[in-house]
């Protein structure tokens, strides 16, 4: 079965791993899915990811990231803003400030996925993907 939004099946995957405090959470693998894994990765929201080939499936292995133990958890919030139904898009001026900028917001430019810090830095606008905080 083809999935209508891959990147929100990430997302929720993440979101219901770090909600049932699992260690790893496993993600069929994309190039897109890799740019946001590695935005998660440099923010600090999950300790990393590894790229698993089984023949002809590729999975990133998301290992997740808490606090001293596993009730504090380092991501309080996931949302996907941009949906199949309804894109958001934001301009240069325009760019999202997630939690007056204590969160990150996705977003896909010309330059590739990069988070609202770095699009604000180059100057450029896009796709708002998603907020996490």
């Not at 209508?4 to 099946?9: C, E, F, R, V, Y």
């Not at 969160?103 to 010309?110: C, P, V």
């Not at 330059?111 to 905080?133: L, P």
Request: proline residues 3%; without cysteine; hydrophobic residues 40%.
């Amino acid at each position: 079965m083809t999935m209508s939004d891959p990147i929100a099946d990430m997302l929720t995957r993440i979101r219901n791993g770090n909600t049932a405090k699992h260690d790893f959470v496993d993600v069929p693998a994309s190039k897109m899915k890799q740019a946001v894994a590695d935005i998660l990765v440099n923010e600090g929201y999950i300790k990393g990811y590894k790229l698993i080939e089984d023949g002809l499936i590729k999975t990133i292995r998301v290992e997740m990231k808490y606090g001293k133990d596993k009730n504090e958890k380092v991501i309080a919030g996931i949302k996907k803003i941009s949906k199949p139904g309804l894109r958001v898009y934001a301009g240069k001026d325009e760019l999202p400030k997630v939690l007056g900028g204590l969160g990150t917001a996705i977003i896909s430019t010309n330059k590739g996925i990069i988070t609202d810090r770095e699009a604000r830095k180059q100057n450029v606008g896009g796709e708002v993907i998603a907020f996490i905080w």
